[in-house]
């Protein structure tokens, strides 16, 4: 699938203002007027690209999934030697944070889909969020085999760092609770300090 930059110029403005738009108003509170309004295009050339709103939005998701593919593709043979494995979450951490970060309006988006019980929110999570959860579990399963990690359970160790991670950008892109403002880089490394080693201090 393209690039959005690689799409004509009344297409680009159409799926810029309309994720805009869903991120504010929902699905149901959004229409193809609103949305040819603020993308200063007339609501025909809407219909020309996508024939229903559904289809605008099913656009949107795709090319999110298609963004975030690679993060998925780099988790298929990661390296499992314990020397690796900060630099490996790390990865995930700042792919994340990178995502959220350049586009905050697909976050909001994706959670105002969520309480409408959209079904294309459910998409984006089985393409991505149960695929990157899925993945991470049968990496810390090997790691559990090769006596790395602690016999614990593997689906609740991925979700874990997911979540620790997830929690973060969520609470402070929809609610802006870092008021603090701590840097990315110390954010992330904290995580998976955390994460890892846990926040007892250990006798050697």
């Known amino acids: 699938m393209p690039n959005i930059r690689e799409f004509p110029i009344g297409k680009q403005k159409i799926l810029t203002a309309a994720k805009k738009l869903f991120a504010q108003n929902g699905f149901e509170g959004t229409t193809t007027r609103m949305i040819s309004q603020y993308a200063h295009v007339n609501e025909a050339l809407i219909y020309r690209y996508y024939p229903t709103k559904k289809d605008l939005y099913l656009e949107i998701i795709r090319l999110k999934i298609e963004e975030l593919s690679s993060l998925t593709e780099n988790l298929a043979n990661p390296e499992h030697d314990p020397e690796s494995i900060p630099q490996f ?43 990157i959860r899925k993945k991470l579990e049968g990496y810390v399963s090997q790691l559990i085999e090769r006596n790395i990690f602690k016999r614990l359970n593997p689906y609740l160790v991925s979700i874990a760092f997911i979540g620790i991670i997830s929690h973060y950008l969520v609470t402070n892109t929809l609610f802006e609770l870092d008021d603090r403002q701590v840097d990315e880089t110390t954010v992330i490394d904290n995580f998976i300090e955390i994460f890892l080693n846990g926040v007892v201090q250990r006798e050697n």
């Open 89 to 131: 979450l790390k990865n995930i951490a700042l792919k994340l944070f990178s995502s959220v970060k350049n586009d905050p309006d697909f976050l909001r988006l994706l959670y105002y889909s969520a309480l409408e019980h959209h079904e294309l929110s459910k998409m984006f999570c089985d393409c991505f969020i149960l695929e």
